[in-house]
């Protein structure tokens, strides 16, 4: 897989080569781009934004900078990722999706958007998906950026060690979409807090059926979205609470 940035805090995105296993990059599994998008900019300043048509605070980022970097960058036929609030919503079911694509372009806008005409030129040669990390605001796409790419990146064959742990997590399509329950290591009694008998019991149907439990108490506790029929994993609720 090939992975693109196009940001206007490269560095931001350094932490990618400690998350992602030098291995991964070294063997060619996986291909790593940062590009700083003032690199297509060609007055003194290095502008990337302006103020916004139709008024209103904030700036909206150029489109002239990102049409270079497309044709320069050749984006012909990827996914271009944008990060932004007004995205989908990432789930583990879209992180699966992506991780089938050869090559996955991020457009990380800072201020308050990219110019419509980017999105909207990119979609005339490539997959375009608007995803959001959740309902909150960020200073930019960079850490969002970030968070896709280690959930895409580890789903691909090859990359984990343990294929086991990779089906037991919380929001897997295995472990039904319910949350993860607790786990434990030794010793058995820390700090006066004990480990759970039925984990020592060696019991292996009654360990299962505890862990389901858990699970279930957990989810309705934290995530009851989760346990209801009509809603998916990670939709948020499109009817107006009343
Ligand atoms: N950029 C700013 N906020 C964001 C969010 N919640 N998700 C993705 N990108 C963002």
Redesign the pocket.
């Known amino acids: 897989m090939r992975l693109d940035y196009l940001t206007i805090f490269p560095d931001y995105l350094a932490p990618l080569r400690l998350s992602l296993p030098g291995k991964a990059i070294e063997s060619g599994l996986l291909e790593l781009h940062v590009h700083d998008l003032r690199e297509w900019t060609h007055d003194r300043h290095r502008t990337v934004d302006d103020t916004p048509y139709g008024g209103g605070a904030g700036m909206v980022m150029k489109p002239e900078p990102f049409g270079e970097a497309f044709d320069a960058l050749a984006i012909d036929g990827a996914t271009v990722i944008v990060?932004?609030?007004s995205?989908e919503p990432?789930t583990q079911a879209l992180a699966r999706e992506l991780s089938t694509r050869e090559r996955l372009v991020f457009l990380l806008?800072r201020y308050e958007g990219i110019d419509q005409r980017v999105l909207d030129h990119a979609a005339t040669r490539a997959e375009v998906r608007e995803?959001?990390?959740?309902?909150?605001?960020?200073?930019?796409?960079e850490?969002?950026a970030l968070a896709i790419t280690e959930a895409v990146v580890r789903l691909l064959p090859g990359f984990m060690g343990n294929a086991a742990s990779l089906v037991e997590e919380s929001h897997s399509e295995s472990s039904g979409r319910l949350l993860e329950y607790p786990v434990y290591t030794k010793p058995a009694t820390w700090r006066g807090l004990e480990v759970p008998d039925v984990l020592l019991s060696g019991n292996h149907a009654r360990i299962e059926a505890w862990r389901q439990e858990q699970s279930v108490a957990r989810t309705a506790q934290r995530r009851p979205d989760l346990l209801h029929p009509s809603r998916a994993m990670g939709e948020w609720d499109i009817v107006p609470a009343v």
């Open positions: 990060t932004t609030p995205g990432f806008g995803i959001s990390l959740g309902d909150y605001v960020l200073n930019g796409g850490v969002a």
